[in-house]
Every structure is written in C-alpha cells, then in structure tokens.
C-alpha cells in the first residue's frame, strides 16, 4: 500500500512486512556526535530497518550498505541525496549536476570533472602540496601547542586548493562553512539543517560569484572545466556548477579527514611510531583513517522504481540512508578488530569515498592533501599528544572534529 502522506519532503512509508523497526533518531546531535554505539546497533538489527521517525529505511551492514549505493539503475541520486525528495518539492539550491543526477546526465558531467581532476592533474600538484605542507607543519611545532581543526586541517586545504582550482578569491571560513552547510542540509529540519540554511543564504553568493570564470585564472582547474563549455561538451552555467562542486567535495572532507586523522593519530601514539618507522605506510595509514572515522557517515538514495534490499520489497520513492560510517565498522567484513585503528590493515574496499559511478571524483586530490600532511608532519612531530577535550561537531552527513588541541612533540 503506498501512503502519498510527505515526511521531510520525501513520501512516506509502511514498512514491508517483517522489516526490523527502530524507534531511533539518527540525527539526534548526540548520536551525531558519538555513532558508534548507533552504528553497531544499526547493523545488529539486521541488513536494513525502518526508522518512523524520518519514514525512511536504513542499512549499515556492508554488504547491503554497499550493494544498495551503488545500485544506480534502482536506487537514484537524482531525486537528492538527502531526506527531501526533489521530485516532490523545490531544491534548497540548485542540484549539484554531478552529485545529484543520474546516467545519462551524470556520465557526461564526470567525463569532464574525471580529467579535470585525473591522477595526471593531481601529479602536478604533489609538488606544491608537499612545500605547502612543510612550511606549514614547521610554523605549527616552533608553536608546540596548536589548535589544530583551524589551524592545521582547515588551513592547509585552504592554503593549496583554491590556488589548484585557480581561485583569485579566498576565505577560509566562508570556504569551509559552505562545505558544512551543503552536508547539514542532507538531514531533516532540525537545528543543524536550518542553521546552515540560514548561513547558507549569506555565502551562496559570494560562492557562485567566486566561481565565475571571470574570477579565476586561467592554468587551474577550474580553467580546465571552463574549456569544455568552450568545445560544447558542457553549457557555460554547468561549468559554473562543476567548480562549485569542486568546493563543497573538495574542502570540507579533506578538512574532516585530516582532523581525523590527527585525532586517530593522537588517541593510537603506537601507530605513531609505526607511520614514522616506515613512512610507507602513510599511504595505508590513510585508507584506515577514512575507514576508521568516515569523513562522510551517511548519504541518502530514493528507490527510482519499486525494487527490493535484502529480500525485502521497497516502493518507489522510498527514501534510504546508507549509513557508510557503520558499513566501515562492520565486524563482518574488516574482523573482529574492525573497532580498532591499525594502520597496516589496508582496508580495500572502504565506502568513505562511496561506491560505484558516484564514488567521489576528487579523492585523487583528497588522498594526495592528506599524504602531504602526513609526511611532513612524520619527519618533524615524534608525538601528537592531546592537549584539552577535542569534542566532535554535530553535522548531518559529516563527522568532524569542533576543536582539536594538541601538543607537537619535535622528533
């Protein structure tokens, strides 16, 4: 029986019969800021659940997780990634021509950001990434204490990606805030969702403005996907929304991983020691730490037609979050040491960059921030110790560190 009824901007449903029902909010800013227990109860309840509280399914278990993600064909990003559903109401925005459509249209707007953002491109950059990275890293241990969300994992991707997507206008905080905004705006009307609608209203201009290829340089990125507007592969308003995806794809998970990536480093001193003994291993260490902390925790998909997940028959317009931080825990595909940070674990497979055709198209440069911060920081850091609360930042579809103090051992 389909109920047209609307929750969230999305249609309610009654789940099929014999589905796991859990009353749990998984937005609530508790479990947003703690997700662990959430996660193993999610996937201890079965491959998916009904949550009522949102009328949408759920699954954490990475089989399903991973099956029902990248199941294009039956379960849509068109129809947006979050809890609304855009073929029921108006956007918050204009839908990312990337992230938010579907083949055909999605097979040639990732033609052009695949080159634009190719391994090619990226090799280019290593160079000034890994400069950047060392004078930064040196300034931050004369300092010994550091506030190291600012001043560390927001500042060094601001440092190096707008220059790569050739940005002649930079601001930190409006550049990492509009990141937040887009991931708050996947969740339901709660505090968060309208907080970052409101900020939101304030920086979309300076945004799209700061994309307009007048504002630019011309040996970017940015330049890159412009030109194909020029050869009519892409309109020109694309290209202008391919570079404001760039920002919201390319700042706010590189920051969050970093963080991260510090907070695992800080909390498992021995892993330390071991990146640091053989720095091979950064390469690894940061497959582990996107598994381990999941930059991303959950992204939605709306059932396109009427479908099924694990057995159990989903109608159309079903709204599904895939909860990728509990997937990336799941005991039953990492082991039974899933729970621990190990960085020589090599986690193939992982689903912090998502899965099939909508796996992130800029993890290539996401990896290569990453590796640059690292390595620095192993060849001029003997320990990162923490040095107050480092409390985690309530977000919609990010799990992120609000404050990290640390202290910088020089090696």
Not at 63 to 79: A, Y
Not at 160 to 187: E, K, S, T
Not at 220 to 249: K, P, Q
């Amino acid at each position: 029986m389909r109920d047209m009824e609307l929750i969230e901007g999305h249609r309610a449903i009654t789940p099929p019969e014999g589905m796991p029902v859990w009353d749990v909010d998984p937005f609530d800013t508790d479990i947003l800021r703690d997700p662990e227990a959430y996660y193993g109860e999610l996937r201890a309840r079965g491959p998916v659940v009904y949550i009522p509280r949102w009328s949408v399914l759920a699954c954490g278990q990475y089989e399903t997780t991973r099956t029902v993600f990248s199941d294009h064909e039956n379960f849509v990003s068109s129809r947006g990634v979050g809890l609304n559903d855009f073929h029921l109401g108006e956007p918050w925005r204009p839908p990312s021509i990337i992230l938010e459509v579907d083949p055909p249209e999605h097979t040639r707007t990732r033609r052009v950001m695949s080159r634009a953002l190719s391994p090619k491109v990226v090799k280019t950059l290593v160079a000034m990434f890994a400069e950047t990275a060392e004078r930064l890293v040196e300034e931050l241990v004369a300092q010994h204490r550091i506030e190291a969300v600012e001043d560390l994992a927001e500042r060094f991707p601001i440092s190096v990606f707008p220059p790569a997507v050739g940005m002649r206008d930079v601001d930190q905080r409006i550049l990492v805030d509009y990141g937040a905004c887009v991931f708050n705006a996947m969740g339901p009307d709660n505090a968060l969702r309208r907080a970052a609608l409101a900020r939101n209203a304030q920086i979309a201009p300076w945004i799209m403005a700061a994309c307009a290829r007048e504002r630019l340089t011309e040996d970017g990125i940015g330049a890159m996907i412009y030109a194909d507007a020029d050869t009519g592969e892409i309109a020109a308003d694309e290209a202008s929304l391919l570079v404001r995806s760039l920002l919201s794809a390319g700042v706010d998970t590189t920051v969050t991983g970093i963080g991260n990536a510090l907070h695992c480093f800080a909390a498992n001193p021995g892993e330390w020691d071991r990146l640091r003994a053989d720095p091979s291993l950064v390469r690894p260490a940061i497959e582990e730490v996107l598994r381990y902390t999941s930059p991303v925790h959950t992204f939605g998909r709306t059932a396109g037609r009427d479908s099924q997940i694990a057995g159990f028959p989903v109608v159309e317009g079903t709204k599904i979050l895939c909860v990728l931080g509990a997937a990336n825990l799941d005991p039953g595909k990492w082991g039974e040491d899933a729970g621990c940070f190990r960085i020589d674990r090599r986690p193939m497979g992982h689903m912090a960059f998502g899965a099939g055709i909508h796996g992130c198209v800029g993890q290539n440069i996401a990896r290569a921030e990453m590796e640059a911060v690292l390595t620095a920081l192993a060849r001029k850091v003997a320990r990162i110790e923490f040095d107050g609360a480092a409390p985690w930042r309530p977000n919609n579809a990010i799990h992120a560190l609000d404050k990290l103090p640390l202290k910088l051992i020089p090696a």
